[in-house]
């Protein structure tokens, strides 16, 4: 499920990125893919990837966060004569970080402006997984401040690079089963009072 919602960021990110008005001064043109999804955490024996990784775009997702407002469902409801049990849907906004790992600076901010452009014409992404569920992402830019930041590239084992972090919510997680009951409208029974 997260994979399949990052992958279609990436994907939909990419393909507006081919459109010609997206284009800026003829620096994207030729590139099939200006934004991966991968880990920027600097790990042990990560030389190989870091080559895939080198002038483009990087997804990241840093944080997981439960979405509290929509945390006490009841998870009891009515549907013509049956009653319907099954557990609250577990619903998680995402923490997406977006790198521009660049050689050269200028192309760091020139892809960077990118991602900016992105979000602002695509605040909202509805997309159906290959399960039939369909989700409805809203994006923010989530703003943590310059110590924040330095303490988040510090966890990730790099040196700071232009990024930005966006807030996806609603990411929903519902795989209890159900479990229902008809209403009950009489009663057999083969005992007797003895009289």
């Known amino acids: 499920m997260l994979d399949s919602c990052l992958k279609e960021i990436v994907t939909r990110f990419n393909d507006f990125v ?10 994207i043109s030729g590139i099939s893919e200006v934004l991966v999804l991968a880990d920027i955490a600097r790990h042990e024996k990560q030389q ?3 080559d895939l990784m080198l002038d483009k775009l990087i997804l990241t997702l840093i944080s997981l966060e439960e979405e509290n ?3 006490n469902n ?4 009515q549907e013509q004569s049956v009653t319907i049990f099954q557990k609250p849907a577990l619903y998680l906004n995402l923490h997406l ?3 521009s790992n660049f050689k050269l600076y200028t192309e760091a901010l020139k892809h960077l402006s990118l991602v900016l452009q992105f979000f602002q014409a695509n605040q909202n992404i509805i997309y159906t997984d290959e399960f039939s569920n369909t989700y409805k992402l809203t994006f923010s830019m989530h703003n943590i401040g310059f110590e924040n ?3 988040l590239w ?3 084992g790099g040196h700071s690079m232009p990024s930005v972090i966006y807030k996806a919510r609603l990411l929903f997680v519902q795989q ?3 479990a229902g009951a008809d209403v009950i409208t009489n009663i057999h029974s083969k005992e007797y009072l003895d009289q």
């Open 97 to 99: 970080l977006f790198s």
């Open 149 to 151: 930041l330095h303490n």
């Open 176 to 178: 209890s089963p159900l």
């Open 18 to 27: 081919m459109l010609p008005k997206t284009v800026l001064n003829g620096g």
């Open 154 to 156: 510090t966890v990730l």
């Open 48 to 50: 190989e990837s870091d």
């Open 74 to 77: 009841y998870p009891v409801r």
């Open 69 to 71: 407002s929509l945390k």
